[in-house]
């Protein structure tokens, strides 16, 4: 297949890579639990997308399924009582996930990133 359709960023996966993809809300607790049975999660590189990077995301950041559940339970009553639109819904979980240290997220950001390889597709390239 042509390059751009492979890798544009990033080399392309090998034996210490997990592809992780999307599948809304059940599947996001379908991979979540799947993650959580992996041992040294540092050691291997993640290509995900969507529902897919949120559950690479939370265990990278070493949240516990519990941690994780509280979020989205969270989200679900800010978005059931009114304080937020079902368009805001993925926003106010994405930031429940990430750390709220002011000087804990670039850190801790910066140790996972790199691991952390989200697929997109643009109108252009496909």
Known sequence: ??????????????????????????????????????????????????S????????LMNLTLDETADAAFHAQTMWQSGNVSRFELVDHFFEALLPHDETAPTDELERILPN???LVTS???G
């Open 52 to 59: 897919g990077c949120l559950g690479v995301l939370a265990v």
């Open 1 to 50: 297949p042509p390059r751009h359709l492979v890798s544009d960023v990033a080399p392309p996966a090998g034996p210490s890579s997990i592809y992780i993809p999307g599948g809304g809300f059940s599947g996001f607790w379908f991979h979540l639990g799947f993650l959580h049975s992996i041992e040294n999660l540092q050691q291997y590189d993640y290509y995900c997308f969507s």
């Open 123 to 125: 109108q252009r390239d």
């Open 116 to 118: 952390l390889k989200i």
